[in-house]
């Protein structure tokens, strides 16, 4: 069983940053821990689907959606079996609820995590 709890969200204005936390604990069925297991975040604003924003493989190997390609940059510290999200220059079409996401396999930006948080909320201005 995999717990995530997000934090750190907040209201900005545009241009500002904000870093999110995702605190990790637990494994898979399967055995598999943080370390090993592909972690993302996604973020979803009340009128919109839920998208990818940023993923990191088994690998190590990171992936961006391109509206935040430049802006945002996801992390993992395992010795605190936290993920981080630093966003950089936020702009209004930013503003959504962002969730955390692990899954022991897939390690892309499609909606398909197995395991996700309560999410944290994130408003621009």
């Known amino acids: 069983h995999v717990q995530l709890v997000e934090s750190g969200g907040g209201s900005m204005q545009a241009g500002e940053s904000l870093k999110l936390s995702c605190a990790a604990s637990?494994?898979?069925?399967?055995?598999?821990?943080?370390?090993?297991?592909?972690m993302g975040w996604f973020r979803q604003a009340p009128d919109k689907e839920r998208e990818a924003v940023a993923v990191?493989?088994?690998?190590?190997?990171?992936k961006y959606s391109d509206s935040v390609k430049g802006r945002f940059i996801i992390s993992k510290h395992n010795a605190k079996n936290t993920l981080f999200l630093q966003m950089n220059s936020l702009k209004p079409e930013d503003t959504a609820m962002y969730y955390c996401?692990?899954?022991?396999?897939?390690?892309?930006?499609?909606?398909?995590?197995?395991?996700w948080g309560q999410g944290t909320q994130v408003t621009v201005s």
């Open positions: 996401a692990a899954d022991p396999s897939y390690g892309g930006l499609g909606d398909v995590y197995t395991y």
């Open positions: 637990g494994g898979t069925t399967s055995g598999l821990t943080i370390r090993e297991v592909c």
């Open positions: 990191l493989d088994s690998d190590g190997i990171t």
